[in-house]
């Protein structure tokens, strides 16, 4: 059963840098675009970054733009990184990755991985 999978969570400081990871389990992320997505408590889900199939295409979020850096490992296809720079108390939550099909993120996403906590202490 193909799923995604995140990982790289955890607890940072203000001003520091966590990198996740969405990795594809029996099928590979190469012709999908991947849409990070965040939510906080009591918030509603955020969409904040699109790592779409073409290598190079990305597109951010302004509360992310010049922080975060999506990326695709060029050695496996089937991880695309979430590169989180300088973050602040506001990017704490659960970020969620999910993979379509075709060009550009998109919905309705194809699959959605579990979720990975990400804290920022201050």
């Known amino acids: 059963q193909p799923q995604l999978v995140e990982s790289g969570g955890g607890v940072v400081q203000v001003g520091g840098s966590l990198r996740l990871a969405c990795t594809g389990v029996?099928?590979?992320?190469?012709?999908?675009?991947i849409g990070w997505f965040r939510q906080a408590p009591g918030k509603e889900q955020e969409g904040i970054v699109c790592t779409a199939r073409n290598i190079g295409a990305e597109y951010y979020a302004a509360s992310v733009k010049g922080r975060f850096t999506g990326s695709r490992d060029l050695t496996n296809n089937n991880i695309v990184y979430l590169q989180m720079s300088n973050l602040k108390p506001e990017d704490a939550g659960v970020y969620y990755c999910g993979a379509v099909q075709g060009p550009m993120c998109s919905i309705p996403y194809d699959y959605w991985g579990q979720g990975t906590q990400v804290f920022v202490s201050s």
């Open positions: 029996d099928f590979s992320l190469e012709g999908y675009s």
